[in-house]
């Protein structure tokens, strides 16, 4: 990684993206569509930022990036504040150990293990490696995905997200053969977590959704999980979960929560807890891959409120954070919409995928992901009403805040490997 002030090649031969936002999605899809990029202006507004320029969990992203390609340049200023990034060959990794952990007592610089996998996944079906084996270890729960729906800040994902919402969306595409496997439990700050990734590099794969109407989902799964402290307070947070979901969403609902207590080396090195939520569709299997979920750490509460924080407070945050999110997204978290309108895109040349989204999940950090994915692929999503399709709805009093995400096919194809 270069961190010379002179770019190579002309001005014109590089895309210009302006600022740090989505910083990992222009990154990923810059390789997948071959295509430099230039990015300028990060944190360089010092009323905004003390520590103007690239942060140094972004350079360590871009290191990751280094180890699973072949040929990719990177070139950063002297200031931090513009990178040039020249795509090269999306190889994969084998046997990589990867520590993810940033000594910092700045919470915002301490991304968990999710941060870094979560556009890795956007990259595993075009790898040249027939299998990836990859050993992540740092932090695998912390969550900050409370930033997320009003700001333009990427979200910082727990690893429970990626394998029980991820991975099922990316098996409804065909993307079969990818597991995360959590041997060790870290929490913030001191992480001594671990987490593996195996894939098997698909041939083929159908990013294609038609999805029209708002899903009936009928079960609620949940884990309560924690490290290093006592079984009590996970037995306290499991009671008042459940009354507190058996109360406020009143339905007729399958409830699973399962208790997860992690002791001795697989622990990590520091104390901590959270909870996971999902709910989805169990009967019918053509959604049974679509889930709404949330995930709160007792790092994410404690950073909200300075005071001690019991573990009753965390039960009852987490429940309404999930029906927040229940009553925001119909199909999938806003959170997750990037990650989907990704894999879409691969469909096809001309192929039009149709998702039904909320009105409430267009957020700055939403639009400016559809801007950039635009400018990349030099293709253009379309958000359309409802009323302009036909829909099998008979309720339209929830289809007022519902739009029709329209996203056309670009045909990008795995060209790193010979099919043979």
């Known amino acids: 990684?270069?961190?010379?002030?002179?770019?190579?090649?002309?001005?014109?031969?590089?895309?210009?993206?302006?600022?740090?936002?989505?910083?990992?999605?222009?990154?990923?899809?810059?390789?997948?569509?071959?295509?430099?990029?230039?990015?300028?202006?990060?944190?360089?507004?010092?009323?905004?930022?003390?520590?103007?320029?690239?942060?140094?969990?972004?350079?360590k992203f871009l290191r990751l990036i280094e180890k699973f390609t072949n040929g990719t340049f990177i070139e950063i200023s002297h200031t931090g504040t513009q990178i040039v990034f020249k795509p090269g060959i999306i190889i994969g990794c084998k046997n990589l150990i990867f520590d993810t952990f940033i000594q910092s007592k700045d919470s915002t610089e301490c991304k968990s293990i999710g941060y870094y996998v979560e556009p890795l996944l956007v990259l595993l079906p075009f790898t040249k490696l027939r299998e990836n084996f990859i050993t992540f270890k740092g932090i695998t729960s912390k969550s900050d995905t409370a930033v997320n729906l009003n700001s333009t800040d990427e979200s910082d994902f727990a690893c429970d997200t990626l394998r029980f919402n991820y991975l099922p969306l990316m098996e409804k595409f065909g993307i079969m053969d990818i597991s995360l496997t959590i041997f060790k439990r870290g929490s913030y700050p001191n992480g001594g977590g671990e987490l593996q990734l195996h894939s098997k590099t698909p041939t083929a794969f159908t990013p294609n959704l038609q999805i029209l109407d708002e899903i009936k989902f009928d079960k609620v799964m949940g884990i309560v999980y924690g490290n290093r402290i006592s079984p009590s307070i996970i037995q306290r947070i499991d009671k008042e979960l459940k009354r507190l979901l058996g109360s406020e969403l009143k339905l007729p609902l399958d409830y699973q929560i399962m208790q997860d207590q992690w002791k001795g080396e697989n622990s990590g090195k520091s104390p901590g807890y959270g909870v996971f939520l999902q709910i989805t569709n169990s009967k019918q299997k053509q959604w049974s891959k679509f889930a709404i979920t949330s995930e709160v750490t007792i790092d994410e509460l404690n950073s909200k409120d300075q005071s001690f924080v019991i573990p009753e407070d965390l039960a009852k945050y987490a429940t309404y954070k999930f029906l927040e999110e229940i009553d925001h997204a119909p199909i999938v978290n806003t959170s997750t919409l990037p990650f989907l309108i990704s894999l879409l895109y691969f469909n096809k040349v001309g192929n039009l995928s149709r998702l039904l989204i909320s009105k409430k999940q267009i957020t700055p950090y939403f639009i400016k992901f559809l801007r950039d994915i635009n400018l990349i692929f030099n293709n253009k999503i379309l958000l359309k009403e409802l009323s302009d399709f036909e829909s099998t709805d008979d309720n339209d009093s929830n289809n007022k805040d519902n739009l029709l995400l329209v996203v056309k096919g670009s045909g990008v194809l795995n060209t790193n490997r010979k099919v043979t």
Not at 26 to 42: D, E, G, M
Not at 51 to 58: C, F, L, M, R
């Open 1 to 59: 990684m270069s961190s010379n002030s002179k770019s190579t090649g002309k001005q014109s031969d590089y895309l210009i993206l302006e600022t740090e936002f989505n910083f990992r999605y222009r990154i990923v899809l810059s390789l997948i569509n071959n295509k430099p990029i230039k990015i300028t202006k990060i944190r360089n507004d010092l009323n905004e930022h003390l520590n103007p320029g690239i942060a140094s969990y972004e350079i």
